[in-house]
């Protein structure tokens, strides 16, 4: 079956960077796009970005751009994505999801578990 | 501001039937069939319910369906049960290579 398992909970300060990761099995990881949502506190979903199945092209939500970066292994079937600068408002659970195999314009089936991210100083 | 409006909330007793709307735009709903919904109970992931405007995953009861008209989406949940109390959430692919989502809708089984 397919299973999305994300690293733990993660406390920043402000300005500091982190970085998730989230390991796939169950299925052939290498031709699925992978995407990446957050939920800040008693708020709805936001679509941060998406990785193609290659590693080699990614699109981020223009709100993000030049502070994330979304990458993969193949080797391990691990995504991971990074958030740098953070403040206050990047207090959120962090979700990875399984796309489709075929291209980026399906919203994504399988979901992690979730992982909290929370910036305080 | 989500680029979807949603209600933020709808109800209805057991056994009956409920309809949540979606109203995007000609950036996004209207110009695309990648339209998804998502059953979100507290504490939990996402679960997909319905992609490509109407389409159901396998074990996705068929009491849920989709549909679409110009730039506004639709779920609906018949013979309503205390276990689709939740939050309802939809997404729609949208020009530049985006995802949109809605804000949200609370769902409650009276």
């Known amino acids: 079956q397919v299973q999305l398992v994300q690293s733990g909970a993660e406390v920043k300060k402000p300005g500091a960077s982190v970085k998730v990761s989230c390991k796939a099995s169950?299925?052939?990881?290498?031709?699925?796009?992978m995407y990446w949502v957050r939920q800040a506190p008693g708020q709805g979903l936001e679509w941060m970005g998406i990785?193609?199945?290659?590693?080699?092209?990614?699109s981020y939500a223009q709100r993000f751009q030049g502070r994330v970066t979304m990458t993969r292994d193949t080797s391990t079937s691990t995504v991971y994505m990074e958030l740098s600068s953070l403040g206050s408002e990047d207090t959120a659970v962090y979700y990875c999801?399984?796309?489709?195999?075929?291209?980026?314009?399906?919203?994504?089936?399988?979901w992690g578990q979730g992982t909290q991210v929370t910036v305080s100083s | 501001q989500p680029a979807l409006t949603q209600p933020a909330s709808v109800s209805g007793s057991p056994g009956q039937s409920i309809t949540i709307s979606c109203t995007g735009s000609s950036s996004d709903v209207a110009s695309y069939n990648f339209v998804s919904w998502y059953q979100q109970h507290p504490g939990k992931a996402p679960k997909l319910m319905i992609y490509e405007v109407s389409e159901r995953p396998s074990g996705v009861s068929n009491r849920f369906s989709g549909s679409k008209s110009g730039n506004t989406a639709s779920l609906t949940i018949s013979g309503l049960q205390a276990e689709d109390e939740a939050e309802y959430f939809c997404?729609?692919?949208?020009?530049?290579?985006?995802?949109?989502f809605g804000g949200g809708t609370t769902l409650t089984v009276l």
């Open positions: 169950g299925y052939t990881f290498s031709i699925y796009y």
């Open positions: 990785i193609n199945p290659s590693g080699d092209s990614t």
């Open positions: 999801a399984r796309g489709s195999s075929s291209s980026w314009y399906d919203q994504p089936d399988y």
């Open positions: 997404c729609s692919y949208a020009d530049g290579s985006t995802q949109v």
